[in-house]
């Protein structure tokens, strides 16, 4: 059993959690093995808004000489009050526009074991993740965003069934001598179904209730969505060992998908791995060297495609522009058109082939060991929307593209510095690079967008011969050696140029050191952790340096300023600008969408901290219990970034594929908590 209660940083947020799990499993007379397990989750949490223009998030530019904790928020009639017009208060957004969700999550699983021989095996598992999750976003009546007021309801229902049947036989010294099999036999039955049904009440009529019965128009974003898909799989596994030094591993599975055409949905992929310890093998007998091995793996993998993509679909009609717009039913009457994306019936699986080569070594007597790797893997027709031009009449189609190549090293160093009779400490250092490149899209196509967040003219996108998740943006133009050009009219930057490369979210290497020390029944360790360049684009720093937030535009507030570049003469050359304006125009000038608004993320942090203490086993005699132990928890305690004046660890999309974009979000939070653990 579990729970968690947090109240967060921010007004009026926080998160409640409840968990309980129970196991159980038996044998039955006639030596079946059964047992099951479920767990409940129940998480209710109230946030609120973030994002640029009138969110609890994006408002927080006012003066720091305006008092808004010491401002009313809302007045007599339950209305918006705030300095700055059509902007609302960001304590009226956090207290009066509440984003709720309740969320009710249950996983469970029954299962069998039959021994037929005393080497073979026959096991069944069923198991089932399943949650609901109701959330709840209202605009109260004069708030910016929704002046009329709304209600948006939002619920959703994911469910997903997997099956298993496996046969594993497992013999020693077949046909010679030292010579270990294992095989295993399976077949697997995979269902995923997702439902989300949102009603959206515009229009209320009463202040403060917030129920889709006192909205006036359920037009707007109405929808309800349902998704069901299957996979069928059949696979095995075989592992051979001898004498324990020389190890290889086959495997095989063959899925068959609803979610590809009929003609290309099954696909088959295969993965193989070697490993020699030659240590054993040769014998090695060394004070120094203890442990040694060498492994090589090459693996395929296969997925299919997400639902309903192999046909074009209709969606509710609208037609015309920010001038003009008709949007359906209209008069009472419902319309619908195709959607902005062609499908494609000649989708086939996604591939990626991956290979793996690595060493184990182990030095005195193991108290150090190193782990290294080598990984490189290639995707290849990836299924992906591509942009294509608006004049086709269509945004984008569906289909196989290129090729994206990743590759990298691995490295994890482990030790035991100071081993004594009650004493301990322990320490291991990790270092992870990796390397990846865009090889090729579809013919006639060098670039497009990747879905999800972003902001028109910043756009996380896949360009050919880049990494992948650049971001495209505003460039402010620069001379041959790398200076800023100063339009000479204005004093302020020349006119930046549209969708260049301004930012690269891939770092260029991570690392981490995790310290525990031990002394007796007393526990102590802690993490620090970096990551070493890569870019974050912060639309809070350029919002609030445009306003006059930030410390560094304290320094001689009021004084003239320059902004360092050059002014292309008549002739092409270039002269030092020596044209001062003022102050604001100085700062304004930096914008918001433009490459000075990207930020090294090199980054140093102490992640997790914590101090426990373990009962000793004289005092647990008489209790039921086999350990008993308390400890103090903290995490992101203290961070480092010298060159972003933003956590550059802040990312507005979440966990996805759109990486280093900051688009006013809320700021990390550092954690603080203890945990009681008995174990039977």
Known sequence: MGSTRQKGILPNTSLDRTNVQFNVNTVLLNKLKVGGSVAYNNTNNQGILGGNGSSAIGSLFVPRSYDLQGQPYIDANGKNVFFAPGVDNPYFDAYQNPLTSALNRIIGNVNASYDILPWLNLSYRLGMDTYFDRRKQIFAISSARVPAGQVLNDQFFRSEINSDLILRATKKDIFIPKLNASLLLGQNINQR?????????????????????????????????????????VYGQLSLDYDNYLFLELTGRQDQSSTLPVNNNTYFYPAASLGFVFTDALKIDSKILSYGKLRASIAKVGKDADPYLLKSVYVTAGYGNNVALVTFPFNGVSG????????????????????????????????????LTYFNSKSKNQIIDVGIPTSTGYNTFTTN?????????????????????????????????????????????????????????????????????????????????????????????????????????????????????????????????????????????ATYRGRGLLKEEGVDREQPRIIPGVIQNANGTFSPNNIQVSSQTYWQSFGTQTDVSVFDATTYRLRELSIGYSLPKSLLTKLPFGSVTFSLIGRNLFYYAPNSPIDPEVNTAGAGNIRGLELQSAPNARSYGFNLRFTL
């Open 193 to 233: 179904k997702f439902e989300e049904v949102l009603l959206q009440g515009d229009g209320l009529t009463t202040p403060d209730f917030y129920n889709p019965s006192n909205a006036t128009v359920f037009t707007n974003g109405s929808l309800e969505t349902t998704t069901l898909r299957r996979l069928l799989g």
């Open 336 to 371: 619908f058109t195709t959607s902005s994306r062609i499908g494609s019936a000649n989708l086939t699986p996604e591939f990626t082939t991956s290979y793996e080569f690595g060493t184990n070594l182990g030095f005195f007597s193991n108290r150090l060991s190193l782990d």
């Open 401 to 541: 593209v290129g090729e994206l190549d990743n590759n990298g090293i691995e490295a994890l160093l482990t030790g035991t510095p100071i081993q004594g009779k009650n004493f301990k400490w322990d320490i291991s250092l990790n270092y992870t690079r990796t390397r990846n490149l865009v090889v090729s899209i579809y013919p006639g196509i060098t670039s497009f967008p990747i879905p999800g967040s972003k902001f028109t003219g910043t756009i996380p996108s896949i360009n050919v011969g880049q990494p992948y998740g650049i971001i495209l943006g505003n460039q402010n133009p620069k001379s041959p050696d790398g200076q800023f050009i100063i339009n000479p009219a204005t004093g302020t930057f020349a006119p930046a140029i549209a969708n260049q490369i301004i930012a690269n979210p891939n770092p260029n290497y991570l690392a981490g050191m995790t310290n525990t020390f031990s002394y007796k029944g007393f526990n102590l360790s802690f993490l620090f952790d970096t990551q070493q360049g890569g870019d974050v684009v912060s639309f809070s720093v």
